[in-house]
């Protein structure tokens, strides 16, 4: 399985972008997916996961209100639209697929199996 993370850029604090994640494999719309952040110098965090049919899912604190996580199944691919961004959320950002059929979303990063290769998001201020 492959995953491949798009859309990131450069944009002011307040603009909106969303960010997308296209899987090789008809397989992982059955599995459970999220998004990471990782700034540098610091671990990679959890930003949002989505159960395997879209109807559950989880954020962190730091964006509950302001990103959605959401999939498109018969498209196999994962979106996360960011709204009100803010100079903090400047990171890689990276999608995960949890190798669990009709699995719930997850926050912890040990428990994804796939990962894509990261899209970098820069918030001016």
């Known amino acids: 399985v492959q995953l491949q993370a798009s859309g990131g850029g450069l944009v002011q604090a307040g603009d909106s972008l969303r960010v997308s994640c296209a899987a090789s494999?008809?397989?992982?719309?059955?599995?459970?997916m999220g998004w990471f952040r990782q700034a540098p110098g610091k671990e990679r965090k959890f930003v949002a996961s989505?159960?395997?049919?879209?109807?559950?899912?989880a954020y962190s604190n730091s964006v509950k209100g302001r990103f959605t996580i959401s999939r498109d199944n018969a498209k196999n691919t994962l979106y996360l639209q960011m709204n009100s961004l803010k100079h903090e959320d400047t990171a890689v950002y990276y999608c995960?697929?949890?190798?669990?059929?009709?699995?719930?979303?997850?926050?912890?990063?040990?428990?994804?199996?796939?990962w894509g290769q990261g899209t970098q998001v820069t918030v001016s201020s």
């Open positions: 995960a697929a949890r190798r669990l059929t009709f699995g719930g979303p997850v926050a912890q990063v040990f428990a994804y199996d796939y």
């Open positions: 494999e008809r397989t992982v719309s059955a599995y459970p």
């Open positions: 989505i159960g395997w049919n879209g109807q559950n899912t």
